[in-house]
Structures are given as structure tokens and as C-alpha cells.
């Protein structure tokens, strides 16, 4: 890599860290999603005591959870009605404990041990400051994302300056992806998890699986399924990849030494026998309150039929971009309606390169097909949380946040579908623009809405 693109993706990294900081900042504490109840769970998956605890025998820091609550007005930015402190009470009464409410079938131990480490150096702080310690440890991992976005990107296409910068520069000023990023949740994790699980992917296909890949993918795939559902596409992902194999098994060998890896690791009577080994490894980890979710939502199938509210596909969009807080800062309809018009001309550039790339696939073409696996991942993840809410008629599960595992694909097709658009000549410039234009909609988002929210009332 030259000297000139390390210190440019130096400069984005070290934006990303510097944007994310500051909206760890700014936003009061536990005005995230879940924050109380993620937080919880971190700190308390560093003692073996803690992590098993309940309201009946809970630790003394309980009660600094519940002051701060208190002190940072946390009702006063929620839907929820606002109790009456009572030192006495536990802290059940106030938030939602997962240890408690799901029967200790919610989240692993690892996963937020993994978020919570920070602590280790600063058990003995006040609460609030530890909390700034998990929040900062969730901003790295957005840099970690944004990197991994870069090389996705760089692999798929190498010398294609539009793309291979324009993709990480999306998702550095996308004000939701870096709000939440910036907050304590395990999706974060389960993002990151999963977006490495992408890249190995990417990396296989392009320039050829070998064992260690392989194991990467199988690694990365289910710590990311263990950490969070939303992780939960990666499996059909490796089956169309697998399938994809099987119809064309002669599209990308990639040779070593005269080895093709496809013909070695992923030859088609090796499938099978992968396909029974991957399940059977999903099956052993799957989190038993999934597979609670999934029998509930076969019975309320069975029982009600398909609905899918309108409401769902509506706030995953407008949660994708720009829903910050508890879903409690709305912007005006005109900054969706101008986002949306952006993404159907990203369709319209999409459906353009899906024309003329159609007679490359049967030439077996590497690119298309990491292209394809990457469009079957977004649909996947997408169609699991639209079928859950179709199934059950639940709108709990409408928020942009569980499809970020993807969002690096995403962002690849936007702008893929707009590069399709704009001649060649003018490609630098219109980043530079649509870079502008993201930066001002991101700090739009945060100086006219989110701060103006929290502290209009000081």
C-alpha cells in the first residue's frame, strides 16, 4: 500500500475514533437502546458471582446503577413512566435484568466479557465512569468495523479509488451507525464478529480458501452467532456459497503451488460432509432462547397467519440512518425522503451493473460471485427480522440496529449503484460531494437534533 493511501486511511481511522468519542460524549448516560440492562451484563460477566446474581442476592454496585439512573434523569428521555426512587427497592424494579427476564438464556458470558474488559481497570470508579470505559471499548470496535470495511472493499475491487474509500467514508458519517456504536450494546460485538466473518469470505472467495480461512470463517461465524440473533444470516451466507459451488464448481480456483483450494476444501463431495459439520456446530451453540423464539413464532404463525405491519420496514429504514436515542429523536420526513430518494437511485445504478455484469457469470467471474454471496447476505438478514415481525405480528424487532451486521454490503451497493451512475471523470469529485453531503447530515443530526434533545432542559 502507498504512503499516500496508509495516511489516508490513517487520517478516516483516526476521524472515526475522534467522531465516535465525541458522541460517547455527548449523549447522557444510558440514553442508548438497552444501555442499562448491556451494561449490566458486562460488568457483571467479570465475576462469576455477579454474573449469576438476581435482585434477590444482587451486588452492592446495583445501587449505584439505580442512583445514576437518577442523577442523569434516564426517564426523562423515555416512554417508559418515571418511578419514585426508593434506595430499598432492587434494581429489577427500575430496568430490565436479562439474567432474570430470560431465565439466564440471554447472551454469552464470553461476548461481554469481551465488552466489558475496560473494566478490569476501573472496578473501583464510579459507575458513570466505568460506563465511559465500555463506551469507549465499543468505539474501537467501530474503527475495527470501518477498517474491516476498507478491506473488504479493497479485495473485491483493488484500484477502484470511488469504491474503496467511498464505502468506509459511508459508514464513518452515518449519525445512527456511529450513535449506537458509540453506546454499550452487544449487537456492536455481534457486528464486528460478523463483518471479520464477511471479510474472510471475501478474501476466500477472491483469492482462494485455504484451511486457515476456512477456520476463520467458522470461527468468526459462530462467536458472532453466540454473541447476538442478528448474526443469525451468516449460516444461509456459507450455504449459498457452498450451493454456488456446487452449480459452478469450476468459477474461482485459485491456485498455490498447483493447488486449487476449491478443488481441496470445498470440492463437492466434501460438501456434505461440511454442510452436517457447520450445522451441527450451529445447533451446539445456538443460544436456547432462540430456538425458544423460533417455536413461538411458528405457533403464532400457525394461529394468526402472515401480517407484516407497515410500521417495520418504515423504522428499520429510518433506524438505519438516523433514529437516535430509545427511538425517541425523530427527524423531520424530509431528511428520510431525502435519504430514500438517495438509495432508489443507488437501485437504479444497481439494476444498470446487474445487466451488464449477467454475461459474466457463467465465465466465472470471482467478483460477481462475492457480489452475489454478499447480496444474499443483506437479504437474509433482512428477511429474518421481517418474517419474525410477520410471523409473531411483534414490532419489537424494527430497529435499523439489527442489520448492521451488514452494513458493510449495504454500503458497498450504494455505492456501487451510484458509481454506476456518474461517468468516470467526474467519480472523484461526486465522493468528494457525497462525502460532504454525509459529513453535513451527520453533523446536522447530531447539533440540531440529539444535542438540542438531551440538554434543551438544562
Known amino acids: 500500500m502507498s504512503n499516500h493511501n496508509t495516511t489516508l486511511l490513517a487520517l478516516i481511522l483516526a476521524m472515526a475514533l475522534i467522531r465516535g468519542v465525541i458522541y460517547a460524549a455527548v449523549v447522557p448516560p444510558w440514553q442508548a437502546p438497552d444501555e442499562p440492562a448491556q451494561f449490566e451484563r458486562a460488568k457483571a460477566s467479570l465475576s462469576n ?3 449469576y446474581s438476581t435482585s434477590a442476592n444482587q451486588p452492592a454496585w446495583y445501587g449505584d446503577l439505580i442512583q445514576s439512573l437518577f442523577i442523569f434523569d434516564f426517564w426523562g428521555f423515555v416512554d417508559n413512566p418515571r418511578p419514585t426512587y426508593q434506595p430499598e427497592l432492587p434494581l429489577n424494579h427500575y430496568i430490565i435484568l436479562y439474567h432474570e427476564a430470560y431465565g439466564g438464556l440471554y447472551g454469552s458470558r464470553l461476548a461481554y466479557a469481551m465488552i466489558g474488559w475496560p ?11 466505568q460506563l465511559y470505559w465500555v463506551r469507549l471499548n465499543n468505539v474501537l470496535m467501530n ?6 470495511a476498507w ?5 473485491i475491487f483493488p484500484n477502484n479509488f470511488f469504491l474503496g474509500w467511498g464505502v468506509p467514508l459511508l459508514i464513518l458519517f ?3 451507525h456511529t450513535h449506537l456504536l458509540s453506546t454499550v450494546n452487544n449487537g456492536n460485538l455481534a457486528e464486528l464478529l460478523s463483518t471479520l466473518a464477511l471479510y474472510y469470505i471475501v478474501k476466500g472467495i477472491m483469492g482462494g480458501f485455504s484451511a486457515p480461512i476456512i477456520g476463520a470463517i467458522l470461527l468468526s461465524s459462530l462467536l458472532a452467532m453466540w454473541t447476538k440473533a442478528t448474526a443469525y444470516f451468516l449460516p444461509f451466507t456459507l450455504a449459498a456459497l457452498l450451493f454456488q459451488r456446487a452449480i459452478y464448481p469450476g468459477y474461482h480456483r485459485s491456485t498455490h503451488s498447483g493447488t486449487s483450494y476449491w478443488r481441496g476444501w470445498l470440492a463437492p463431495k466434501w460438501m456434505l ?24 413464532a411458528f405457533t403464532f404463525l400457525i394461529h394468526d397467519g402472515l401480517y407484516l405491519d407497515p410500521i ?13 436515542g430509545w427511538f425517541s429523536i425523530l427527524l423531520p420526513d424530509f431528511w428520510y425522503g431525502l435519504l430514500a430518494i438517495f438509495c432508489l437511485i443507488a437501485l437504479v445504478g444497481l439494476i444498470r451493473h446487474a445487466i451488464q455484469a449477467f454475461p459474466l457469470v457463467p465465465n466465472h467471474n470471482p467478483q460477481i460471485y462475492t457480489l452475489l454471496t454478499l447480496a444474499i447476505a443483506i437479504v437474509t438478514a433482512m428477511a429474518i427480522l421481517l418474517s419474525w415481525n410477520a410471523a409473531t ?12 451486521p451488514v452494513i458493510v454490503p449495504i454500503s458497498l451497493f450504494l455505492m456501487l449503484g451510484w458509481q454506476q451512475l456518474i461517468p468516470s471523470k467526474w467519480r472523484s469529485l461526486s465522493l468528494l460531494m457525497l462525502t460532504l453531503t454525509f459529513f453535513l447530515f451527520d453533523s446536522l443530526v447530531l447539533l440540531d437534533y440529539i444535542i438540542p434533545f438531551f440538554y434543551s432542559r438544562i
Not at 143 to 148: C, D, F, G, S
Not at 393 to 404: A, M, N
Request: charged content about 10%.
Open 49 to 51: 458471582t455477579d454474573w
Open 119 to 129: 473494566l478490569l481497570f476501573a472496578s473501583n470508579k464510579d459507575i458513570t465512569y
Open 143 to 148: 474503527v475495527a468495523i470501518i477498517l474491516l
Open 151 to 155: 478491506l473488504i472493499t479493497q479485495t
Open 174 to 176: 452515518n449519525p445512527q
Open 273 to 296: 460432509l461440511a454442510s452436517l459439520i457447520l450445522f451441527g456446530l450451529i445447533y451446539w451453540v445456538i443460544p436456547q432462547r432462540l430456538t425458544t423464539l423460533i417455536s413461538n
Open 312 to 324: 417495520v420496514p418504515l423504522d428499520l429504514f429510518r433506524s438505519f440512518w438516523a433514529y437516535p
Open 393 to 404: 405480528h411483534s414490532t419489537v424487532y424494527r430497529q435499523g440496529r439489527s442489520i448492521y
